[in-house]
């Protein structure tokens, strides 16, 4: 299997019709006691594309507005009159949308946040009711949503094996260790403490030599992935110990594994731990995950014994 260079793509269709739903009711809300915002929240939408217009705002001669991004693709030409663009900004319309106010567009999913129009664009970015793009490490999967609809789609649709329990044990065995790999990686997602987390194991190239990887992701925000930590030991009598806290699945497993926030054992090493014959590899990584009493006091222990 490979690993796909892509990582998992932020998409917000799975939300739209909530979301849809959710402006439509708040627009029905606003207009009773400002029935302008309707109006102008209208004229914000760039006409070709149908994104929330935001500066720099352009329009035709004969006042067509449209977004910076459509403006680049439309070869000089208004979309809607087919005259000439030029080069007029639409600054009234601008200004008129500095005085808007707008629910954030995660709110059915649980923010209560109302941003001015141009610092809203901001928060959604950040926003922790924001949907998680699905971890599923192996192909490009545009899927996001909420943690229990991600493990639902992670089990039916990506077949990932779901554990319960507090502790791993990984067997990782290849016949022709010499063979350059490009990319090997599974997933096995782990239940304990009514969270989940994502065991993640690769062997990837780093630079010429290809290397070992085995690190947890936990299914939630980094802030509350901290109350977690584990502990990753790949042995055969020898023994290399990784301890740290899970990264939360905001950070791409792409982002964790280049960072190197977790076991990594180099080829040599995972040869040696594996008898030292050089004629198949095997590597046992085994590890635990544990809830901090105190987060903060962690200390982290990377330990090499043989
Ligand atoms: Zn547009
Ligand atoms: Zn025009
Ligand atoms: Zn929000
Ligand atoms: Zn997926």
Same mark, same amino acid.
């Given at each position: 299997m490979e690993v796909s260079s892509k990582e998992c793509v932020s998409s917000d269709e799975y939300y739209e019709e909530d979301i849809n739903h959710l402006n439509n009711n708040q627009n029905h809300q606003l207009s009773s006691s400002k029935p302008h915002d309707n109006v102008v929240h209208e004229l914000l939408e760039c006409p070709v594309c149908t994104n929330s217009m935001y500066p720099p705002l352009h329009q035709c001669t004969y006042g067509h507005t449209l977004c910076s991004a459509c403006k680049a693709r439309m070869h000089n030409r208004c979309p809607t009159c087919r005259e000439e663009l030029g080069d007029i900004r639409c600054l009234a319309l601008e200004k008129v949308a500095e005085s808007l106010e707008l629910p954030c567009k995660y709110s059915s999913l649980g923010c209560p946040e109302i941003f001015p129009y141009y610092s809203k664009l901001m928060h959604e970015s950040q926003c922790n009711f924001r949907?998680?793009?699905?971890?599923?490490?192996?192909?490009?999967?545009?899927?996001?949503? *909420?943690?229990?609809?991600?493990?639902? $789609?992670l089990? *039916?649709?990506?077949?990932?094996?779901? $554990?319960?329990?507090?502790?791993?044990?990984?067997?990782?065995?290849?016949?022709?260790?010499?063979?350059?790999?490009?990319?090997?990686?599974?997933?096995?997602?782990?239940?304990?403490?009514?969270?989940?987390?994502?065991?993640?194991?690769?062997a990837f190239q780093l630079g010429m030599a290809p290397v070992y990887m085995a690190f947890l992701r936990f299914m939630g925000d980094e802030i509350e992935a901290r109350n977690y930590s584990y502990r990753d030991i790949g042995g055969n009598g020898r023994k290399l110990t990784?301890?740290?806290?899970?990264?939360?699945?905001?950070?791409?497993?792409?982002?964790?594994?280049?960072?190197?926030?977790?076991?990594?054992?180099?080829?040599?090493?995972?040869?040696?731990?594996?008898?030292?014959?050089r004629?198949?590899?095997?590597?046992?990584?085994?590890?635990?995950?544990?809830?901090?009493?105190?987060p903060d006091a962690r200390v982290c222990i990377p330990n090499l014994s043989s």
């Open positions: 949907p998680y793009n699905c971890p599923y490490a192996g192909t490009e999967c545009s899927v996001v949503g *909420d943690i229990p609809f991600l493990l639902t $789609q089990r *039916d649709d990506h077949k990932v094996d779901m $554990q319960n329990g507090c502790t791993f044990n990984h067997r990782y065995v290849k016949s022709n260790p010499c063979e350059v790999e490009n990319a090997t990686w599974m997933l096995i997602v782990f239940c304990c403490f009514g969270q989940y987390f994502c065991y993640h194991f690769e990784w301890e740290g806290s899970p990264r939360g699945i905001r950070d791409s497993h792409r982002m964790v594994r280049d960072s190197h926030d977790g076991l990594i054992i180099q080829r040599n090493i995972a040869l040696f731990f594996s008898g030292g014959e004629k198949e590899l095997k590597l046992q990584v085994t590890g635990r995950i544990w809830k901090e009493q105190n």
